[in-house]
């Protein structure tokens, strides 16, 4: 058995040569990928957008809270969050 066989390389050039033909043959241009983006899909991208600068903002305020030892956690509320994941 060879592994290193030299003419394997270009079979996958011949196959993408006999394919160049076809379509030159059909007389059709060789058809591209495309991408559609709905408008609703397209409003809830510029929502998440406005979103992310709030957000930026809330995480940069915890973070001041944290670095400066001001943030409190309760801990029945930590407590009841914590509660599913050991059920």
Do not use: C, H
């Not at 809270?65 to 956690?73: A, D, I, L, R």
């Amino acid at each position: 058995m060879k592994i290193n066989e030299t003419q394997r390389i270009g079979a996958v050039n011949s196959y993408q040569a006999r394919m160049d033909r076809r379509t030159e043959e059909s007389g059709r241009k060789r058809q591209s990928d495309q991408l559609q983006i709905s408008p609703e899909a397209l409003e809830m991208l510029s929502t998440n957008r406005a979103d992310q600068a709030e957000r930026a903002k809330k995480v940069e305020g915890l973070k001041q809270q944290v670095s400066t030892g001001n943030y409190y956690v309760e801990n029945g509320k930590l407590a009841e969050k914590l509660l599913p994941f050991f059920k």
